[in-house]
């Protein structure tokens, strides 16, 4: 059964530093999500992708993130300068359709686990 | 904007017996989608069940039934027979189906903790 694969699983990095995370989507889906759950609290949108661009951002969503399908395959989410309150598990998912009935249901990958010292 | 409210943060169930997880939710739009997902300790997000608003008849898998009133703006979710494997966090979400500026994003709820006690 395909599925939503995401790298690294586990990501620790310094405060200020830049970090990027990866996700390869369900092959022939068509939109791109990435949540964010900080430990304990309850699963937020960031960003969903379709067409090569962004169709919605939350408030979270500020300059300091950005994503990218650099390829066929991947859809990456990237941190430029990160905050000690970035600290949170990142979920990417897909679906082979955003709208209307009979909407695509969103698959979600194991998540990254975010570590910001 | 849509809100999504689980005004249980913990739940418990003996094993084979039943539960029911509430979730309630506000919108002013009239065609949209509830689900429910499980988040068991690998945090792995895994989708439950799924109710689209327009039709009367609640959504059912296996086990796992919903009890929808639209009018109410309720989404319960019953576990029926709970196993050990049914411990797990679980997230009421909200999806529009309509146009706009919704491009499919998920509205989560705040979660319940279901234990199962064997």
């Known amino acids: 059964e395909p599925e939503v694969t995401q790298t690294p699983s586990h990501q620790v990095t310094q405060m200020g530093q830049e970090v990027i995370l990866r996700c390869v989507p369900i092959s022939n889906h068509l939109y791109f999500y990435w949540y964010r759950q900080i430990l304990g609290q309850k699963v937020e949108f960031l960003v969903s992708f379709y067409n090569n661009e962004i169709s919605e951002k939350s408030e979270i969503f500020d300059d300091q993130f950005s994503v990218e399908r650099p390829d066929g395959s991947n859809f990456t989410l990237k941190i430029r300068s990160t905050k000690l309150e970035d600290s949170a598990m990142y979920f990417c998912a897909s679906s082979d359709g955003g709208l209307g009935q009979g909407a695509g249901e969103q698959f979600f990958g194991p998540g990254t686990r975010l570590t910001v010292l | 904007a849509q809100t999504v409210t689980q005004s249980q943060p913990e739940m418990s169930v003996q094993e084979a017996e039943t539960v029911t997880l509430s979730c309630t939710y506000d919108t002013s739009e009239s065609d949209y989608y509830l689900f429910w997902y499980k988040q068991p300790p690998s945090r792995q997000m895994i989708l439950v069940i799924r109710?689209?608003?327009?039709?009367?008849q609640n959504a059912t898998e296996n086990r796992f039934s919903v009890n929808f009133q639209k009018a109410a703006k309720s989404f319960s979710l019953k576990i029926s027979d709970s196993q050990l494997g049914d411990a797990a966090m679980y997230f009421c979400?909200?999806?529009?189906?309509?146009?706009?500026?919704?491009?499919?994003?998920?509205?989560f709820g705040q979660g319940t903790i279901l234990t199962v006690h064997p």
């Open positions: 109710q689209e608003a327009y039709k009367q």
């Open positions: 979400a909200y999806r529009s189906a309509s146009g706009g500026t919704s491009y499919g994003k998920l509205t």
